[in-house]
């Protein structure tokens, strides 16, 4: 494939037997679809991570906004002082699929991030820091590649993200309308883990949910 219609796609690395195709709006082909979603992967959140304002459900599938009335969680060595929560696994040299629905009514940022990195002390926007996300903001996307680049792209019902650990490449679909919506393409070092920062306020709603 030529390397304009790879990036277009978010797929570095689809199969030769798929024909070079225009990739019209970012939609991906259901042939190409359906090999990205063939890795789906199994992905749950690490509740000893998570900012003391925020649970993760007994599954370990959704994070939401806890209750103020509620007694606050006890914080670990692995707690966040920010309000983030991140996986209970890690993500090395593999090729993975999951997806998730997303809360359309407050901001949020998702993605990857290396082991080493520290939300805590570092902004989750720069890429070469170690970690690579996606944010919404007043129901649109906006690409953290360093400097937060707003994009026309509505706030989807549903997120999914592919990892090829191998190929360093990161990519972000609106997985409704099965369009690409930002691809990073880097080296991979270490072992990733699923990061996720929102906004708490006054409401409690579920704000991810992995499906």
Not at 138 to 161: C, F, H, Q, R
Request: aromatic share 10%; hydrophobic share 35%.
């Amino acid at each position: 494939m030529e390397v304009n219609n790879q990036l277009n796609t978010g797929v570095s690395d689809v199969p030769k037997e798929f024909p070079s195709l225009s990739r019209k709006e970012g939609i991906v082909p259901e042939e190409v679809w359906s090999w990205i979603v063939a890795a789906k992967a199994d992905m749950t959140l690490n509740p000893r991570s998570a900012h003391y304002l925020l649970r993760v459900s007994s599954d370990g599938k959704s994070l939401y906004q806890a209750s103020l009335s509620s007694p606050p969680s006890v914080p670990t060595d692995e707690t966040y002082q920010q309000c983030i929560c991140v996986s209970s696994t890690n993500l090395l040299n593999t090729r993975a699929y999951f997806e998730l629905k997303v809360t359309q009514s407050v901001p949020w940022t998702l993605g990857l991030r290396t082991e080493s990195f520290n939300a805590d002390s570092t902004p989750d926007i720069y890429p070469d820091r170690g970690i690579w996300t996606i944010a919404s903001a007043e129901g649109k996307i906006i690409i953290n590649d360093g400097k937060a680049t707003p994009t026309l792209y509505v706030t989807p019902a549903k997120l999914a993200l592919y990892l090829d650990y191998a190929r360093g490449q990161v990519s972000f679909y609106d997985s409704v309308a099965k369009r690409h919506l930002h691809t990073y393409l880097t080296t991979f070092k270490e072992k990733l883990r699923f990061y996720a920062a929102v906004q708490v306020g006054e409401t409690q709603p579920v704000f991810i949910s992995f499906v």
